[in-house]
């Protein structure tokens, strides 16, 4: 399984690899840089530098090579939730990630 990350905070990369316990291939990027491969998920940070997580998304979205991925905004709080939903990102997690919404975001429990 292929997977970016898409934060400029280096333990939110810490913490998604410590509970990543399957087989997979993690792509981290500090900043929305051009971005043509696909991934079968992208989490992108609420904020990244000066970009918004929702408008990356919205971005990728449009991307032939990034518009059928799964994307999951990684928020600071619970209301962000309506940021995610308005740009139509498939998951909403809530930071600090833990192990439980992990396997709850892959279907491993």
Do not use: C
Not at 4 to 29: A, C, Q
Not at 78 to 88: F, L
């Amino acid at each position: 399984m292929k997977i970016l990350l898409i934060s400029d905070n280096e333990w939110v990369k810490e913490s998604l690899e410590k509970y990543l316990d399957f087989d997979h291939e993690l792509t981290h990027e500090k900043e929305n840089t051009q971005i043509d491969f696909y991934f079968d998920y992208i989490f992108v940070d609420m904020q990244v530098q000066n970009n918004g997580g929702p408008s990356i998304i919205r971005e990728l979205k449009r991307k032939d090579s990034t518009k059928n991925s799964f994307f999951v905004l990684l928020a600071d709080r619970e209301a962000d939730e309506i940021q995610a939903k308005r740009v139509e990102s498939n998951g909403f997690m809530v930071k600090p990630i833990t192990k439980s919404k992990i396997n709850n975001l892959f279907n491993l429990n």
